[in-house]
């Protein structure tokens, strides 16, 4: 379930004041999703999505950052939702103690690993190249807040409880940070990346990808880094056996709007194995912080797992 802050419809309706959208309609929660509270709303002039931007994901002074982004990111032909303005102009307001905006309704299909084609990886790396070299030329920067320096330290506050999900966990995880902390590369590209790009938020029309949505990771970093994320999100069946024609056909798609340099197809295995921790790691913290009753049912960290112990094999 991912709404965390109910809200009413007069207080939909008071929200709507602030904007110039038409007239309320309706409103229902997304239930899909995990960091934020999100509904579609509609209005006489047509469907939208209200975001409110949970504290626990999202911090207030980063929202101006990634709104900005893909304000960017439309203005230069990448398919993303358009933020509505207030009646103000502003980006964001406000609203129930936290920051909240107004967005498009994309239409299309998201992806599903489960399914996944050539075509649709191909289209997925061509629009994630398309996102890197438009934003070589936004001048804003954020620090990646889940990036190297938060694996370390996940990675010594999580440590001595990791073994309650599987024995000799930490192990695992300590002997794996200091190969990571031995080989992170350095100089590498950077730019604005989207930090989560899963297939799942991607939206496809057929096999064609038309758009990408869930932007509040996005934040100044390797631009590798963000390609190592798709690959380890997105070239893994069903089954989490990994499938190497969707990862030829990803990269393909990729380098053919932004080819990568030597450095950076040096240092991709190593950034492989950065993105699964990463997400072990988150995993386990969503793991180890659960309680009967919560609203998200945590993700198997185990699942990122595997995936790293893969990494740790493959040689691309």
């Known amino acids: 379930m991912?709404?965390?802050?109910?809200?009413?419809?007069?207080e939909m309706h008071a929200l709507l004041q602030l904007y110039d959208i038409g007239?309320?309609?309706?409103?229902?929660?997304?239930q899909a999703g995990v960091s934020n509270s999100n509904f579609i709303l509609k209005t006489d002039q047509g469907k939208f999505v209200v975001t409110l931007f949970e504290p626990h994901r999202v911090r207030e002074e980063d929202v101006g950052f990634f709104l900005s982004y893909v304000d960017h990111l439309k203005a230069h032909g990448v398919g993303c939702p358009q933020t509505y303005k207030t009646k103000e102009g502003a980006l964001y307001t406000v609203f129930k103690d936290r920051p909240t905006g107004i967005f498009e309704f994309m239409r299309g299909t998201c992806g599903d690993i489960a399914i996944h084609t050539p075509k649709i990886c191909s289209e997925g790396g061509a629009l994630l190249a398309k996102m890197h070299k438009v934003g070589d030329s936004f001048e804003h920067e954020a620090p990646n807040l889940f990036g190297f320096e938060k694996l370390n330290?996940?990675?010594?506050?999580?440590?001595?409880?990791?073994?309650?999900?599987?024995?000799?966990?930490c192990a695992a995880i300590e002997s794996e940070m200091a190969y990571l902390n031995k080989n992170w590369p350095k100089d590498?590209?950077?730019?604005?990346?989207?930090?989560?790009?899963?297939?799942?938020?991607?939206?496809?029309?057929?096999?064609t990808a038309i758009g990408v949505i869930d932007f509040h990771f996005v934040c100044t970093d390797f631009y590798l880094i963000d390609l190592a994320i798709a690959l380890s999100a997105w070239c893994f069946n069903g089954a989490n056996h990994w499938e190497e024609e969707r990862y030829r056909s990803f990269i393909q798609g990729y380098e053919a709007?932004?080819?990568?340099?030597?450095k950076e197809r040096a240092a991709l295995p190593v950034l492989l194995r950065g993105a699964a921790m990463r997400f072990l790691l988150s995993r386990l913290e969503e793991k180890l912080n659960y309680k009967d009753g919560d609203f998200v049912v945590p993700h198997d960290p185990l699942v990122y797992f595997e995936r790293l112990k893969f990494f740790q094999t493959y040689d691309g």
């Open 188 to 207: 590498l590209p950077v730019g604005p990346i989207h930090g989560d790009y899963f297939d799942d938020n991607v939206f496809y029309d057929g096999e």
């Open 257 to 262: 709007v932004r080819p990568l340099s030597d």
């Open 23 to 30: 007239d309320y309609h309706s409103h229902v929660g997304i």
């Open 2 to 10: 991912a709404v965390y802050t109910d809200v009413s419809e007069a």
């Open 153 to 169: 330290e996940w990675s010594k506050s999580l440590c001595p409880q990791a073994n309650q999900i599987q024995e000799d966990l």
